[in-house]
């Protein structure tokens, strides 16, 4: 493991032990409403049976109050949003999408590894390695956006690559929680082959995210 994820990882737990209580994830975020779609890159992990046993496996053990647990296929890692669908012109997209699968054209799938469970008031996800290789995905997918537009969305700093399985869905004490995740932290990690990246569609329903797949780049190297 880096020293970057190691620090994020022992940070992030650290600030763990003193969290009271969750924070209700499902207030609604500047701009969002429940008829909205947003455009967004996510990564996707359809046939990924090796995290799909490790999450199933988690979430059984996080059955508890206060918790929602994410649905096996809305397991998704946020890279880079866009804007809403009754904004964003669809020649815009095109030009985006067209953009972005010539400049991943050649590139590798990922290989990245998933695991252990990293929290924080919001919810339970998963630490995601290596950082590099998802920051140089993303960093292409906005020079595609910055081909298009003069100003990319949202900022360049500040990602941390990570996956959700449960969100903190109640204002609940976070002791029963935290109790649960020591004995889950020792979990071997899962291992995740990426050959593409879809742009989705992304609403919220019955608090879970689900998406529509719009284009998809393709890893393949």
């Known amino acids: 493991m880096s020293s970057r994820e190691l620090a994020s990882l022992h940070e992030r737990w650290t600030a763990y032990q003193n969290l009271p209580e969750l924070t209700n994830h499902w207030y609604w975020r500047p ?4 008829d909205r779609h947003f455009y967004t890159w996510h990564l996707t992990f359809d046939e990924q049976p090796e995290l799909h046993h490790l999450v199933t496996d988690l979430q059984h053990a996080l059955a508890l109050p206060g918790l929602d647990l994410v649905p096996i296929d809305g397991l998704h890692l946020t890279m880079q949003g866009i804007g ?13 999408v067209a953009e972005a699968q010539q400049r991943c054209a050649g590139m590798p799938p990922l290989e990245l590894s998933l695991g252990p469970v990293d929290p924080d008031a919001e ?9 590099h290789r998802v920051e140089h995905l993303r960093a292409v997918i906005r020079d595609a956006i910055g081909a298009v537009w003069p100003v990319v969305p949202e900022p ?9 399985i449960a969100y903190s869905g109640a204002p609940v004490p976070t002791e029963p929680v935290r109790a649960r995740l020591a004995e889950l932290r020792e979990r071997p990690p899962a291992s995740v082959t990426i050959r593409q990246m879809p742009l989705i569609a ?20």
Do not use: K
């Open 202 to 221: 992304l609403r919220r329903e019955n608090r879970a995210y689900r998406w529509t797949t719009v284009a998809t780049v393709p890893l393949a190297g």
């Open 84 to 96: 809403f669908a009754d904004v964003v012109l669809d020649s815009d997209i095109e030009a985006i």
């Open 31 to 34: 701009g969002w409403r429940a």
């Open 156 to 164: 360049a700093q500040g990602f941390r690559p990570h996956v959700t």
């Open 123 to 131: 919810g339970i996800g998963l630490l995601v390695r290596p950082w």
